[in-house]
């Protein structure tokens, strides 16, 4: 467990760019069953720092964007993150990792080997084409 003086602005990057923090379960599955959403695990890691977070916010500078952000934390919102990873099988846990679902319906994932070593701009443009695809 990190300490919340210690995560606060890596959820903050996000929450203040229109992600909602999901905290415990919040009964999660029945968040994403309408439209489009788009759930970031976040995490201390580097990559998430570096890659995952800018990634995903430059995302949503396209026509297209889910209609529904969220984002859990891996190592501090536990009750959500499990939650949210039991909507992402058979994908094995990950952190950082980003899940688009359509109508409560996984259809794209970018897992931590996918987000690893890869620069953010190329991380958002996968996102795009996943919003263009779906959204």
Do not use: W
Not at 8 to 23: A, I, R, W
Not at 33 to 47: F, P, Q, Y
């Amino acid at each position: 467990m990190y300490p919340e003086e210690v995560v606060k602005p890596m959820k903050l990057e996000l929450t203040s760019n229109g992600f909602v923090e999901l905290s415990n379960d919040d009964d999660i599955k029945k968040l994403i069953d309408d439209d489009t959403s788009v759930i970031m695990v976040n995490s201390v890691c580097g990559c998430a720092a570096a890659n995952a977070r800018p990634g995903v916010i430059m995302s949503l500078n396209n026509d297209k964007t889910p209609k529904n952000l969220y984002t859990v934390f891996a190592g501090v919102d536990r009750e959500a993150t499990n939650s949210a990873r039991e909507l992402m099988f058979p994908f094995p846990p990950s952190s950082p990792c980003i899940a688009l679902f359509k109508n409560g319906e996984l259809v794209h994932m970018l897992e931590r080997h996918h987000i690893e070593g890869r620069e953010a701009s190329l991380i958002s443009e996968n996102l795009k084409q996943a919003y263009n695809e779906y959204c």
